[in-house]
């Protein structure tokens, strides 16, 4: 029997590695279904109950696995769903292909049922990389090209083939005029070292700084040791952008945590007490975080030339990978003798956790949910990942959370979108099948797509060696992180019928659908309830019933801000006693002296 074009498709899949496909069926798409029918679960098609989910789940395998995620979508409505999470891979910098159908060519330009011009909608999204194959041979070039654009420039990519096209018989492209060939599927990769004067200027830099500072995102993954080196020599304490919370271990003493409106406040204070400032693999945007303008020297390394100087006026410029850059820079380096700058950052970073235990541990109505995930960082295993949903849920994973050993973290970085915490946390586990998943999700993000994705969590459970896949549910019936920033950035009063949710038992849809479930509403029972989740022998949702007055504060809060949230209180706010006690007594253990263990 001849070779359909979708029985191609998958077969050229299978050659690029790849073992798993997210996604939701169409007749869009019919050709390419029929064939995984015939491919014998290779690759396999993981069927996410929206087709949005479905490219979040394909960033969150990416994110986690290192490699292509693979997204298909139906014509229309189908392929419009998967933009929010093909964005999110976009600002991110993740590498996807998103094989997308289309009506059938004959009925093009004819205002057809689910017709939409996808190259216009696709153009911004897959800027990178977009494609719609007509012919048959156009498709090992463009199939080849959308997954090395994609690993090479770290990007989603788009594939689109109409549906007549998918049944068609597979026709390879011939040594002919007007033909394109292609190259076997291989691995991709170089190594980029920058000039060996621009090493020797960094270093310079370097050594003549006397408190130095280290902001590392997530291009300095590969290079966790050497950014470790670094700061030893110069004696610089490190703090890290959201993305990059991962690359280090929060054990170390010198690691100030993150940075930013979510950050800690030794990271604040290293940026703003530094002379020079060494960025590694970070396009951390808010330049109000970085020191004053004119404060220190600085230098960034980055494989992507067009990310340098875009956020802090930067002297010396090392174009490279960020592992091989630092191995070539750290034996220019000079250690200093003079520590006390070191010893400063490490006395904040203590002092801080200090802090962070005792804001934890403070009481609420009914839970605070600080403590939720201090409880977490006590008992986590050393080879967990933690996936963070946007929203308040973001700030506690940012603050609050330990990382040590293997762990890995990620959430929508720099899209900030609501929703990928459920699905990336499925992307994690068909990344690492054998591995502890916990994802700490806002209910306004549960019940926007988290509950639904339970349903996909249930069906590919058997699929995973380890069970062990947590949902953790920040229930406070409050669009909570909005809500503060109305108070905080405009001085108005939480308006219920924006920022209220209806309530619902997360626990018993999670029975209902087969999982485990844990209901806590007593802050001694989030210990016992951690330790149950994460030796349960399937998937488990904690249903954690939180206080939405504990303010996320920035330890750094400006005079406008509290001044705002005042006046928000003034004009009305609900629940406007408890808002000011919770926020008077998390505020106050800041100035609580310091324990010297």
Request: charged share 20%.
């Amino acid at each position: 029997m001849a070779q359909q074009v979708g029985d191609y498709v998958l077969q050229r899949l299978r050659e690029w590695g790849v073992t798993r496909v997210f996604g939701y069926p169409g007749d869009g798409i019919n050709g390419l279904v029929a064939a995984f029918g015939r491919a014998g679960d290779d690759p396999a098609f993981i069927q996410a109950r929206h087709e949005e989910m479905a490219a979040f789940e394909a960033v969150g395998y990416a994110k986690f696995s290192g490699e292509v995620g693979v997204c298909a979508a139906t014509s229309g409505p189908g392929a419009i769903h998967l933009l929010n999470g093909l964005y999110d891979a976009k600002l991110d910098h993740v590498p996807v292909v998103a094989i997308v159908g289309q009506v059938a060519r004959s009925a093009m330009g004819g205002s057809y049922q689910q017709e939409v011009d996808l190259q216009c909608l696709y153009k911004d999204v897959a800027s990178d990389y977009l494609v719609e194959v007509n012919v048959a041979e156009q498709l090992p070039n463009a199939l080849d090209r959308a997954f090395r654009v994609a690993r090479s420039r770290r990007a989603p990519a788009a594939v689109i083939i109409p549906a007549d096209l998918q049944e068609e018989r597979y026709v390879p492209p011939t040594h002919a005029f007007k033909q394109v060939p292609s190259s076997p599927p291989g691995v991709l990769g170089a190594t980029i070292i920058p000039v060996r004067a621009d090493l020797e200027e960094a270093a310079a830099v370097l050594n003549a700084g006397r408190r130095v500072a280290i902001l590392v995102g997530q291009g300095a993954r590969a290079a966790a040791a050497e950014v470790a080196a670094v700061a030893e020599v110069t004696g610089a304490g490190v703090a890290k952008a959201l993305l990059g919370k991962d690359v280090l271990s929060d054990e170390l003493p010198f690691v100030t945590g993150a940075i930013g409106l979510l950050g800690t406040r030794p990271s604040y204070e290293l940026m703003r007490d530094c002379d020079t400032l060494l960025i590694v693999g970070s396009n951390f945007p808010y330049s109000q975080f970085l020191p004053e303008f004119g404060q220190a020297r600085a230098i960034q390394i980055d494989i992507d030339a067009t990310m340098i100087g875009m956020r802090y006026p930067v002297e010396v410029c090392l174009v490279g990978d960020a592992k091989t850059t630092l191995t070539e820079l750290i034996p220019l380096l000079e250690s200093k003798p003079d520590r006390s700058w070191r010893d400063k950052v490490e006395e904040n970073v203590a002092r801080w956790w200090d802090t962070v235990e005792r804001q934890s541990m403070l009481g609420a109505r009914p839970v605070n949910p600080m403590r939720v995930v201090w409880e977490l960082s006590r008992r986590i295993p050393e080879d967990a990942i933690v996936t963070s949903d946007s929203g308040s849920a973001a700030n506690w994973y940012a603050r609050c959370l330990r990382m040590r050993g293997r762990m890995r973290g990620s959430l929508s970085g720099t899209l900030a979108t609501m929703g990928p915490g459920v699905p990336y946390a499925i992307g994690a586990k068909f990344a690492h099948p054998d591995r502890p998943v916990i994802a700490l999700v806002g209910d306004g993000a549960m019940q926007m797509n988290g509950l639904a994705e339970l349903l996909t969590i249930s069906r590919c459970r058997d699929r995973w060696t380890d069970p062990r896949l947590v949902v953790c549910v920040f229930h406070n019936n409050d669009l909570n992180q909005v809500t503060w920033e109305l108070r905080s950035m405009g001085g108005a009063p939480k308006f219920e019928q924006s920022q209220s949710l209806p309530d619902v038992s997360y626990a018993e849809v999670a029975r209902a659908f087969g999982l485990t479930a844990v209901a806590v509403e007593d802050p001694d029972e989030v210990a016992g309830a951690w330790e149950r989740a994460l030796s349960a022998d399937r998937p488990t949702v904690l249903d954690v019933r939180c206080d939405p007055e504990v303010p996320p504060i920035p330890p750094h809060a400006t005079w406008e801000q509290m001044k705002s949230t005042a006046e928000a209180v003034v004009r009305g706010d609900p629940n406007a006693w408890h808002l000011i006690t919770q926020g008077t007594k998390t505020k106050a253990q800041e100035f609580v002296p310091h324990r010297n263990n």
